[in-house]
Structure formats: C-alpha cells, structure tokens
Antibody, heavy 118, light 107 residues
C-alpha cells in the first residue's frame, strides 16, 4: 500500500522559513496528487496545498503567496517550502497521497510538528 | 472557497448504536466528497470516497450517501474503536476544504 514519512518540522521564528519533506515508499503507481494537511493545536484538519502529477498546484487562502508545494518524482519526495511564517502556522503537518482523480486520500504520513515562536 | 458545514459538532453514543453524521456544502460539489476518521496522535484514515464508495479494508458498518450539497456518514453497530473525530473533505474545487469535524464520544 505504501508509506509516507514527513520530516523537517521544528521550531521557527515568526517571519522565518522551514522546508518540510515527505518521502514516499512502496507506492506501486505514480500518484495522481499529493497534498499537505495540517492540524493546529485544538483545531480541526485544514487542507493546505496540493500538487497534481502534471505539476499543477493549489493553495488554501491562508498560505497562498507564502507556501510553495513541489515534488521530485525521481526521488519520490514531496516538499512544502514555508516562508513568512506566522504563529497560526503552528500545527502538525501531514502529507497525503491520492492514487487517482476519483479516489480519496488513501495513504497518510504520521505528521511532523511545526512550532512558530515570536 | 467552498464552505463545508458538519453537524453535529459532537455526539455521545453507546456501543452498538447507529449514528448519522451530516456534511453540507455551500454549493453543488457533485459527489466529490470523502469522509475521514481521525484519532489523536494518529494519521487520518480514509473511510469513504466519491461520497458513497467504501475504501478497501474499511468495515462495512461505515456507509456514505448524498450528492450535490448534502451528505451523510452512517456508522452502524458502533464499535469501541469508532470513537474518534470524523471529517468530510470536498475535492470538487481546486481549493479543497474540510468540514470542522464531528467528535463521536462514548456515552
């Protein structure tokens, strides 16, 4: 079924940057889409960004212009470059995989924690 | 962005009960909706995709219905492992959105 493993979380200063990575293994077919989802402390899930296999990207309004999602297909790795970080970006960040255009997010990583301090 | 509204925000139920969770979209999203189960400290888990299709490996006591703007997730014969928070997610628009979640607690 495959696995996803996030890394790159940690403590960042307000206005600073972090880059998250998501390494995929065992996924037998090229994914249709990969996404980032986050959960702030005590809050629900929030879709953050997505990238299709062709490279088309989309972002939630809350991160547009500050975050950039990209993927390295040769290394089966998804990235999230986070710039101009704000306190409200503090969250656990999950990456997730979508096999086909009619499928759901069927494989998820365990999450990596980002804390933005003032 | 399309707004997704879930109700109730929480509910209490007993093992063996049947519960129905609802999700309403602010505009027609056809059947581009999934349901996810989330437990603290764990990764979310896909239950239903395409509004009605059961994900492989998910018990048949979970079922989804609806299209357009109104959707439901029904859990029959509630089991101890089903106590969790459930989210709907629309993927009709380029910008996807989750509902705010329904927490299912033990009565």
């Amino acid at each position: 079924e495959g696995q996803l493993l996030e890394s790159g979380g940690g403590l960042a200063q307000r206005g600073g940057s972090l880059r998250l990575s998501c390494a995929a293994s065992g996924l037998t077919s090229r994914s249709y889409a990969m996404t980032w989802v986050r959960q702030a402390p005590g809050q629900g899930l929030e879709w953050v960004a997505g990238i299709l296999s062709g490279g088309l990207t989309d972002y939630a309004d809350s991160v547009k212009g500050r975050f950039t999602v990209s993927r390295d297909n040769s290394q089966s790795t998804l990235y999230l470059q986070m710039n101009s970080l704000k306190g409200e970006d503090t969250a656990v960040y999950f990456c997730a995989h979508r096999r086909g255009p009619s499928d759901g997010l069927d494989v998820w990583g365990q999450g990596t924690t980002v804390t933005v301090s003032s | 962005a399309i707004q997704m509204t879930q109700s109730p925000s929480s509910l209490s139920a007993s093992v063996g009960d049947t519960v129905t969770l609802t999700c309403r979209a602010s505009q027609d999203i056809k059947n581009d909706l999934g349901w996810y189960q989330h437990k603290p400290g764990k990764a979310p888990k896909l239950l239903i995709y395409g509004a009605t299709s059961l994900q492989s490996g998910v018990p048949s006591r979970f079922s989804g219905s609806g299209s357009g703007t109104d959707f439901t997730l029904t859990i029959s014969n509630l089991q101890p492992e089903d106590f969790a928070t459930y989210y709907c997610l629309q993927d009709y628009d380029y910008v996807w959105t989750f509902g705010q979640g329904t927490k299912v607690e033990i009565k």
